[in-house]
């Protein structure tokens, strides 16, 4: 939680009609990235703005048809691009928003319609100018992975040893692993078509015995920090290069 001089400095600065606590963190999340190639605002604490954005759900539990009202969303996005042009949002897979099905009866059915709802609330933040999404995931849901898992879409494991990724392959060409478990990555690469490999917390030498499986254009370097990370990022780009 911010302190009292944290939000009365924020709310001098910020320039929207109406804000609250999770415009300030959405706000802080971006501003910490800054420098990095490819910016995310947001988070798993984006879930309560999401659950709002859908009038048939209260108090967690859907009790009506699974629409959707964009508007608190589509001004987030609106906000975070005064911040950052060309950001992408991070948000909560699916499975991850708290939200139990007592209306359509059947777990497909209901997986079904909130990642369908999902698609509509991102075609939404995009034609306002964002990106792309971001979807933090527990586990490898298959019916989300078919509808969400696009070019502007890109599903993250939040915890990759003991995700599914064969699943997640099969309907992503972009490989998230921690640095730490690249030895995973030679035998992934060998049976799925993999365009991008994504290294967490990677240094020199980590990209360097990257080479051996992919060429250099086919590297990236990602993030991922739940807490308070004031020189997080910066780190993160000053390791992300490889010595020739």
């Not at 964009?70 to 060309?86: E, N």
């Not at 360097?208 to 020189?231: H, I, R, S």
Request: proline share 5%.
């Amino acid at each position: 939680m911010p302190t009292v001089p944290e939000i009365t400095g924020w709310l001098k600065e910020v320039k929207v009609v109406e804000a609250d606590l999770t415009t300030y963190r959405l706000g802080r999340s971006i501003d910490a990235q800054e420098g990095v190639t490819v910016p995310a605002a947001g988070g798993i604490f984006y879930s309560e703005r999401l659950r709002g954005a859908f009038p048939g759900v209260i108090d967690g539990v859907l009790v009506g048809e699974p629409d959707v009202d964009p508007a608190a969303v589509v001004a987030d996005a609106h906000y975070i691009l005064t911040r950052q042009k060309g950001a992408w949002i991070s948000l909560p897979a699916p499975h991850m928003l708290g939200v139990r099905d007592g209306y359509i009866g059947d777990e497909e059915g209901f997986s079904e319609a909130i990642a369908t709802s999902y698609i509509r609330l991102m075609r939404e933040m995009r034609d306002a100018g964002v990106q792309g999404h971001i979807l933090i995931a527990d586990e490898a849901d298959a019916i989300e992975l078919d509808l969400l898992a696009k070019r502007k879409t890109l599903f993250f494991p939040r915890a990759p040893e003991t995700f599914d990724l064969e699943l997640l392959l099969e309907y992503q060409d972009r490989l998230i692993l921690p640095a730490k478990d690249l030895n995973r990555a030679e035998d992934l690469m060998e049976r799925f078509h993999i365009k991008r490999l994504i290294l967490l917390d990677a240094e020199t030498e980590d990209l360097a015995a990257a080479t051996a499986l992919a060429d250099p254009d086919m590297l990236e370097v990602g993030g991922y920090c739940e807490e308070n990370c004031p020189d997080y990022w910066k780190r993160l780009r000053e390791g992300a290069f490889i010595l020739r």
